[in-house]
């Protein structure tokens, strides 16, 4: 059975960073195409970053390029997403998406598993 779960997330000022990670379970990150959405109060889950299943093609949402940076750790079976110059505007439940079928690129609209979420917020 394949788990995801995400963590890393909390309480940061606006400017700083988190990291927050996406471990997953009964499945192998190096085979399958990964990304990362959040969904604020009262609005629609959006896409945030996603990388293809070899990790040579990444995608990333406007309203955090060249902030938001996603990898993945083969060896420890892990997805990361690095957030730099945080906004109060990035408050959201992050949440991770692993592929249900493997070799795909990254696609928002991709059948997958999803982890529980974590919390952002970032405030003064």
């Known amino acids: 059975q394949v788990q995801v779960a995400e963590s890393g997330g909390g309480l940061v000022q606006p400017g700083g960073s988190l990291r927050l990670a996406c471990r997953v379970s009964?499945?192998?990150?190096?085979?399958?195409?990964v990304g990362w959405f959040r969904q604020a109060p009262g609005k629609e889950r959006g896409v945030v970053a996603g990388?293809?299943?070899?990790?040579?093609?990444?995608t990333t949402a406007d309203p955090v390029k060249g902030r938001f940076t996603i990898s993945k750790d083969n060896a420890e079976n892990t997805v990361y997403l690095q957030m730099n110059s945080l906004k109060p505007e990035d408050t959201a439940v992050y949440y991770c998406?692993?592929?249900?079928?493997?070799?795909?690129?990254?696609?928002?609209?991709?059948?997958?598993?999803w982890g529980q979420g974590t919390q952002v917020t970032v405030s003064p």
């Open positions: 998406k692993v592929d249900q079928y493997p070799h795909g690129l990254f696609h928002p609209s991709s059948r997958g598993i």
């Open positions: 009964g499945r192998t990150v190096s085979t399958y195409a």
């Open positions: 990388m293809s299943w070899d990790g040579r093609r990444t």
